[in-house]
């Protein structure tokens, strides 16, 4: 089997002569998950983003093949109300990165890392960014986690299904959201979600440490 460098790759940003390809690795990248892991986004959402509603952030392998994308979304989806759930300003500049995919031969490089690094330097340095990931997509949500995201609530969204709300501001006075007290977190796997969804409506935040993995810790200031 062919091993994939990730240094061989091209990035850029596609355009509406890009959509075919989008569509087609999104299909691609999806079978076999249900939409309570990821959901099924229409040609008509990718054409909207690449006619202006946002921007698609491509890698190509050597060949020209599209082999992973990143969508950023200005504004938030009509079905979630992050300003509302997580008390930001009415006038907040809110961004959503709005699903990506790495084709399955490319999988393992920590492409989606990258590509929300690229989404976030893309972003307006002032935005209110957030994302949605299944807790059953852990490959989702755990790059959202190394890449200074936090999981800020567990919602049922998009037709019922139950999501992680993550956020973070596109610029950061301290990079490492990864910080926290490490003693008094408490580990995502040992956490039951209804348990997760009432520690999280607390104030907990999900984040990743170095030394405990992927946590809830409590709010700042807070007893554990
Ligand atoms: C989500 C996706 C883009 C990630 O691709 P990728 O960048 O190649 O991800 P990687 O395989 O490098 O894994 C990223 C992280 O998730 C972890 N991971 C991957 N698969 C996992 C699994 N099944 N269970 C637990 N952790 C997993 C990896 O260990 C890595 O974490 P680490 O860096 O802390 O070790 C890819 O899996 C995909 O296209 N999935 C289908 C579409 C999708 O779900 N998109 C996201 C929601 S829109």
């Not at 946002?54 to 994308?69: E, K, N, Q, T």
């Not at 006038?91 to 990506?100: E, T």
Request: net charge neutral; hydrophobic share 40%; glycine share 10%.
């Amino acid at each position: 089997m062919t091993r994939h460098v990730s240094s061989e790759l091209h990035w850029g940003l596609l355009g509406p002569g890009d959509l075919d390809r989008i569509v087609a690795l999104h299909t691609q990248a999806i079978r076999g998950m249900c939409p309570d892991q990821v959901r099924p986004e229409s040609p008509e959402f990718f054409a909207a983003l690449l006619e202006g509603a946002g921007r698609i952030v491509g890698v190509c392998d050597p060949a020209g093949d599209l082999v992973a994308y990143g969508v950023l979304q200005d504004g938030p989806d009509p079905g979630t109300r992050p300003d509302l759930w997580l008390g930001w300003p009415e006038d907040a500049r809110i961004q959503k990165l709005a699903g990506s995919s790495v084709a399955e031969a490319y999988r393992g490089l920590r492409l989606q890392r990258t590509l929300i690094r690229r989404r976030i330097e893309l972003a307006d340095p002032d935005a209110y960014l957030y994302a949605t990931a299944a807790p059953s997509n852990p490959a989702s949500w755990r790059s959202l986690l190394h890449e200074g995201f936090e999981i800020r609530r567990l919602r049922r969204v998009y037709q019922d299904s139950l999501r992680y709300l993550m956020a973070r501001r596109a610029r950061m006075a301290d990079t490492s959201a990864a910080g926290g007290d490490a003693s008094a977190a408490r580990s995502l796997d040992e956490l039951l979600l209804d348990e997760q969804d009432r520690l999280l409506s607390q104030g907990w935040r999900g984040r990743l440490l170095a030394q405990a993995g992927c946590v809830l810790v409590p709010p700042e200031g807070a007893g554990s």
